[in-house]
């Protein structure tokens, strides 16, 4: 069971790294795809400023990056083990298709990543 505290917990549900309370995006869900990106601007519960820094979330990206090979590396490795005579082609579909679904719970988890790397929970602002 996950634990409200960890930055697990936060990635996961998509809260407020600092009081893991509030949403941080509009639309819990990441396949809403008009909302995919509407993000708050603070906590509705600590008053948190998600964006701490123009551009903050420029890094991000970089998070995405690492999670777009660990899928691509993924796919490849179970159609490998599970896939009788395919062909590169196969591969590619493959792949590409897969990151082309998880593309909104990629861009998601890619924030929540980056977001957590620099902020911690507080219990004093859980309670605010
Ligand atoms: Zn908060």
Redesign the pocket.
């Known amino acids: 069971m996950m634990k409200k505290g960890s930055k697990i917990y936060s990635i996961a549900h998509q809260t ?1 790294p ?5 949403q941080m995006f509009d639309s819990a869900n990441p396949y809403n795809l008009p909302k995919l990106m509407k993000m708050k601007d603070k ?1 509705a ?4 400023v998600y964006e701490m820094e123009p551009s903050f979330f420029y890094g991000a990206m970089y998070v995405n990056y690492a999670i777009t090979v660990a899928i691509s590396v993924s796919i490849f490795v179970a159609m490998y083990v599970l896939g009788t005579e395919l062909e590169m082609k196969h591969y590619l579909i493959g792949i590409i298709g897969g990151l082309f679904l998880s593309a909104p719970l990629t861009y998601r988890l890619g924030r929540m990543i980056w977001i957590n790397m620099f902020v911690s929970y507080k219990r004093e ?1 859980d309670k605010a």
Do not use: E, I
Request: aromatic fraction near 8%; charge should be neutral.
């Open positions: 407020c600092r009081c893991q309370n509030d906590c519960h600590c008053g948190y602002h």
